[in-house]
């Protein structure tokens, strides 16, 4: 390995730097314009394939939503009367009274051909119509029997009546087929030749009130719109779809073949899929009866086969059901000459620009190596000399290009290093005056803890030095039993009230930081919860001879909070008046409902609040200047922000 890298390095020393240039970039043209045009040509069939399958699967999805919409307008129609019959809206005891009401129904919906109402009794009225301006009304004949049948023309006129005594609906298969289903339900497809159409009967049980099927609604669907539908589809250039039923049969295609054929005098057939008169639809059906056996195999697939010309299609067979009795197969297929026409071409015309690029490109491999070859020399003194720590030194090529622009670079990454270190001074400066700062705010957050400290140690130590007095006195007593007067007693309760005030308050601070003010809401009225706290109050009230007057309306809409934390809330605000006030203080509290918001107030008379200390007021352990030496630790209006903030609320 070792005689093979040196005898490398050896020829590779001999090589001129033009060839050295030259060789691996006109190696590399060829080798990317070989990959591109094979990747251009398996990509271009990749992305035919893609196309072709996410064609077929749109065109399949657009003809099934279309599908559904279509044929969901007759059992609607069916549903509609059935409904209006159980509802005793129409009267089914006569059906002949109903032409009307039917002919008018048919005529606003242009999809169906006939609408029916039968019953046992029996009784039958039905509406035919084909263009929607005549319509044939067939009534049954309650005195001979059969169908009684005239026509309306568009004008009104009505022609003469003609009998067909030997019809009776009863003994026909689609009502007898309805009343076993004892469901809505379709009857096979059929055809008709004057005038030509593939018809569908949607069929449905009318009930009476006892919930027993008394007789049919039926409504006649034409299907030759799908037909026109799937011919509106634009399908590559020359695909097709087709809808055909799992015994072979057409239901629609998007030729204008139509699906049936005449056989004798007004007589229709069926047509076959494979006997098509359109080639790429009976090739088509061929193939799967030849793959599959027969249709009734078939699910959802994406196939590829081949025509006996030769040409190759993409073939995607859809299935479409109902719960009616629906089972068809849609199928989209389309050539894939309808894709690759365009792939050849740029095939072609990309291998001719790769060959007009590789030979642009080794032409200008030569030249370039020429040109470059020249400032090197040039260019790597020049580095040597930057590279013995000469910064001031620029280098100099008077080229453009790739030359100029390394020339350039290395100018501006020289440039670049310099002002790098000048920011990072400027940034080590920036960093001793943060540092200032911070021992400035490490100093203050210092004085701050020893006032608390201070404060802390004189609310708590006095009583409890006051106490420990009045103890070490009872000690030095004789006997067994102790004196202590009531003023006293009175004094050591009062002090460690305030202990435990302090105590609880500096309890409830910290878990208001470490975990929130935790609210339980449920709905309260304000002015019976201010009254609630008012009464705790009483006792300090009379005390310090104050007086409150609780203006809060009765009709205050009621709001959700936490009763307990919003009583706190009061009583810290009315206690904090009282204590920074002198004896005989006034307090009034109101509420008003503004917009969406209730807007409480707290108001004395007292000696004010000074600007300076507004933006404070609710900082933790501030305390005001009012009394200096008041007890507390300065955190009960710093809790009753936190509790109205936790209620989405604000105070100030």
């Not at 990747?39 to 003809?63: F, H, K, M, W, Y």
């Not at 026909?172 to 005038?195: C, G, H």
């Not at 034409?222 to 695909?239: A, C, M, P, Q, V």
């Not at 003023?487 to 050591?492: A, Y």
Request: aromatic letters at 6%; glycine letters at 6%.
């Amino acid at each position: 390995m070792s005689s093979l890298r040196h005898l490398l390095t050896k020829v590779s020393g001999r090589v001129p730097l033009r060839a050295v240039l030259i060789v691996p970039f006109v190696l590399q043209i060829v080798a990317a314009v070989g990959l591109t045009g094979y990747l251009s040509l398996r990509n271009g069939q990749r992305a035919v394939n893609q196309v072709a399958d996410d064609l077929r699967q749109e065109i399949a999805s657009r003809i099934e939503e279309r599908l559904k919409s279509y044929l969901a307008l007759p059992h609607q129609v069916n549903q509609l009367n059935a409904d209006a019959i159980e509802q005793g809206i129409v009267d089914i005891s006569d059906l002949s009274q109903l032409d009307s009401y039917l002919a008018q129904q048919i005529k606003q919906l242009d999809q169906l051909t006939a609408i029916t109402i039968a019953t046992n009794a029996p009784d039958y009225v039905e509406a035919v119509t084909f263009d929607h301006e005549a319509v044939t009304i067939n009534v049954w004949n309650k005195e001979e029997g059969g169908i009684l049948q005239w026509t309306i023309d568009a004008q009104g006129n009505q022609s003469q009546i003609t009998a067909t005594p030997d019809y009776d609906h009863r003994q026909r298969a689609w009502y007898r087929d309805t009343l076993t289903k004892n469901q809505p339900s379709w009857t096979e497809p059929f055809a008709t030749i004057t005038p030509q159409r593939l018809i569908i009967s949607a069929n449905q049980p009318i009930r009476n009130a006892q919930g027993q099927a008394v007789g049919v609604t039926g409504s006649d669907l034409s299907l030759l719109e799908i037909r026109d539908f799937l011919n509106s589809l634009r399908i590559g250039k020359t695909g097709e779809t087709f809808i055909v039923e799992r015994d072979g049969n057409l239901i629609a295609s998007s030729t204008n073949e139509l699906p049936f054929r005449s056989v004798a005098s007004n007589q229709a057939e069926r047509l076959m899929a494979v006997n098509s008169s359109d080639p790429l639809i009976r090739a088509t059906a061929q193939y799967l009866m030849n793959e599959f056996g027969s249709f009734d195999n078939l699910e959802t697939t994406g196939l590829q086969f081949t025509t006996t010309e030769g040409d190759r299609q993409f073939l995607q067979v859809m299935p479409y059901q109902d719960d009616r009795g629906i089972d068809w197969l849609v199928v989209v297929v389309i050539p894939e000459a309808d894709f690759m026409e365009q792939i050849h071409a740029n095939t072609r015309l990309t291998v001719l620009l790769c060959g007009i690029a590789l030979a642009l490109a080794i032409l200008g491999g030569i030249v370039t190596a020429r040109w470059i070859t020249k400032p090197i020399l040039q260019l790597s003194q020049a580095a040597e000399g930057m590279a013995e720590g000469d910064w001031d030194q620029k280098i100099i090529v008077r080229r453009s290009g790739e030359l100029g622009v390394l020339a350039h670079a290395f100018n501006h990454m020289r440039d670049e290093l310099k002002q790098s270190h000048q920011q990072l001074e400027e940034y080590s400066r920036g960093l001793e005056q943060k540092n200032e700062q911070l021992q400035t705010l490490e100093a203050e957050l210092r004085k701050q803890l020893n006032l608390f400290l201070h404060a802390v140690s004189h609310d708590l130590r006095n009583p409890v030095i006051g106490t420990s007095i009045v103890l070490n006195g009872l000690a030095n007593q004789p006997g067994d039993e102790l004196k202590l007067p009531r003023r006293v007693l009175e004094r050591m309760i009062e002090g460690n009230k305030r202990q435990l005030e302090l105590i609880n308050s500096l309890i409830d601070s910290h878990a208001a930081e470490t975990w929130g003010i935790v609210i339980h809401p449920q709905p309260l009225q304000l002015h019976d919860l201010v009254e609630g706290a008012l009464a705790d109050l009483q006792p300090i009230l009379e005390r310090d001879n104050a007086t409150l007057e609780n203006l809060i309306p009765t009709h205050v809409p009621a709001i959700e909070g936490d009763p307990l934390q919003l009583v706190r809330v009061y009583q810290n605000l009315i206690a904090n008046a009282l204590k920074h006030n002198p004896p005989g203080l006034s307090l009034t509290l109101d509420a008003t409902q503004k917009e969406d918001w209730i807007y409480c107030t707290v108001t004395d008379n007292g000696v004010g609040i000074r600007p300076e200390q507004c933006e404070k007021l609710f900082d933790p352990y501030f305390r005001g200047s009012q009394k200096p030496k008041s007890v507390g630790l300065g955190l009960g209006l710093y809790l009753c922000r936190q509790v109205i903030e936790a209620h989405g609320g604000e105070i100030g």
